[in-house]
């Protein structure tokens, strides 16, 4: 039987959603959006009805999946509703999992001593985000918060990239000047279903499909422009000291009780796509986060998504997060201790970085190295892990060269996708409080007040669960 929905949810007083949805639970919720499970009427299809609060992440998160509709890695809009004055309702192809869910349970059958993952499963985990992320980087779209959560993960062992909240399209400078002084695009009230659509922006333009040359070509302009501006993006945030540096503006995501893996931006010190080419640095996930984005950098590319998609990689090997900061300070730190001292000697320009003189610490003098993190791997996940995790993002390998990347064409090939396991489906907010939940986060490396307890025993009782600390 379907759990009874909430009547207090404010998505039952939007007439021409319950015209066409019957909602369910809801399974989800982020810093920005609720999600709901639910069925069209008409066909019976079971969606996800995103309903997102933030006016700036609605609006990004429609644009970029309205581009990338028809990518097989990408989660698929349906359509949307958006209307004046309301919260956007985005309605998603349903997807039960998630890869952190697949990588928790792989570390609970290797705790219990049974096999993690095979290796010819990591490789189709990556074959299948490296061919999502290569998908929004030929559109040159930039995810900023690729992360385990926000790759959902069907039954059948299909990975999509989801949460296009903080996606930006990246936009020549010459480009973005010539429309500053154009009215901004509002997004046309109900959009029915995208079947058969083209690739087409809010801006109403064709989004060219690039050629794997165009592609390389334009990732290289890119790269090559990726200077540092001295301007303040950050000065009509809140949040701006004067200083517009990474400890004025990102300490304040210390103030989340979240265990590094929630995700932030701010909105305020961002126009919206068209603004003037400069982004905010307060963007992702701490843990994903890539060192010119916690060095307060306003000027980046596609470059930090393939920060992040190292730091998920070496999770899959691991089935450990890489880089479990607990601050943003102790992030960088973290950083520091494996790959060394960050300097010119590693990124020619880095001095350059809004916080780079803010932010210092002692020589390390013996790096851990990627290969100290990972000891039981082989050189050459190593040099494919290096290719993503080192300083200078310029050095970092596209999506697209790291899927020619020999790793993936030599034995154990990647298994078929039908062979991956994906565990029982995930609790939602609505089971916040399960022992599940509860035990999911005792797992996990946090600053949470019942750390000093050491472990904690969760059990289920007819009336809801209790805590024991042994
Ligand atoms: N298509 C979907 N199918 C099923 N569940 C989904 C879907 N999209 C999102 N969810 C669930 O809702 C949760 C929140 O969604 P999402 O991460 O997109 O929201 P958000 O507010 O942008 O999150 P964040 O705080 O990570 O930025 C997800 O963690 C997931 O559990």
Same mark, same amino acid.
């Given at each position: 039987?379907?759990? *009874? ?50 006016? *700036? ?15 097989? =890695? ?55 985000? &490296? ?18 959560? =926000? ?47 083209? *690739? ?17 070509? *334009? ?12 301007? =303040? ?12 540096? @990474? &400890?004025?503006? @990102? ?98 320009? @880095? ?24 000891? =039981? ?94």
């Amino acid at each position: 039987m379907e759990k *009874q929905p909430a009547s207090s949810w404010s998505i039952h007083t939007r007439p021409e959603i319950i015209a066409k949805y019957e909602i369910f639970e809801r399974v989800g919720s982020g810093a920005y959006a609720d999600v709901y499970r639910a069925r069209r009427i008409s066909d019976g299809l079971i969606v996800a009805l995103k309903e997102i609060f933030d006016y *700036q992440s609605a609006f990004r998160e429609i644009d970029a999946l309205s581009i990338l509709h028809g990518s097989p =890695n990408v989660v698929v809009m349906h359509e949307y509703f958006w209307r004046e004055e309301e919260n956007a309702v985005i309605v998603l192809e349903f997807l039960r999992s998630d890869l952190a869910a697949v990588i928790r349970d792989a570390k609970r059958r290797k705790k219990k001593g049974e096999e993690g993952f095979r290796v010819g499963e990591i490789k189709r985990w990556m074959v299948q985000i &490296l061919d999502g992320v290569d998908a929004c980087h030929r559109s040159l779209i930039v995810h900023r918060d690729l992360k385990p959560g =926000n790759m959902l993960v069907g039954d059948d062992g299909v990975l999509k990239l989801a949460d296009f909240g903080q996606a930006r399209i990246l936009m020549e400078p010459d480009v973005v000047a010539s429309e500053e002084n154009q009215q901004e695009e509002e997004p046309p009230e109900v959009i029915p279903d995208y079947v058969n659509s083209s *690739q087409k922006g809010l801006d109403g333009e064709e989004h060219e499909v690039l050629s794997k040359e165009e592609y390389f070509r *334009q990732v290289e302009e890119l790269k090559a422009k990726q200077v540092v501006r001295d301007d =303040n993006i950050d000065k009509d945030s809140n949040v701006y000291d004067g200083d517009a540096s @990474c &400890l004025a503006t @990102c300490t304040v995501s210390e103030m989340d009780d979240d265990f590094g893996t929630n995700s932030f931006a701010y909105d305020a010190d961002e126009g919206l796509d068209g603004g003037e080419g400069l982004m905010t640095s307060c963007v992702g996930t701490r843990w994903f986060r890539p060192p010119e984005l916690l060095y307060g950098s306003t000027m980046y590319g596609l470059e930090i998504d393939l920060w992040s998609l190292g730091c998920v990689f070496a999770e899959l090997l691991s089935l450990e997060p890489l880089f479990p900061g607990v601050s943003d300070i102790d992030q960088i730190s973290r950083v520091t201790s494996v790959l060394g001292n960050l300097n010119e000697e590693v990124w020619a320009g @880095c001095v350059d970085l809004p916080d780079y003189k803010s932010i210092s610490f002692a020589n390390v003098e013996s790096p851990l190295g990627i290969e100290g993190c990972l000891p =039981n791997h082989s050189g050459d996940v190593i040099a494919l892990l290096k290719k993503l995790i080192c300083y200078d993002p310029a050095s970092r390998a596209t999506a697209m060269e790291l899927l020619n990347d020999k790793y993936f064409k030599d034995e154990p090939l990647p298994v078929p996708v039908s062979e991956l396991y994906v565990p029982p489906a995930m609790s939602g907010p609505d089971d916040e409080d399960s022992p599940r939940m509860w035990n999911d986060h005792r797992d996990m490396d946090s600053d949470s007040d019942f750390d000093g307890f050491g472990p904690v025993n969760v059990k289920p009782t007819s009336s809801g669960f209790t805590i024991e600390f042994p």
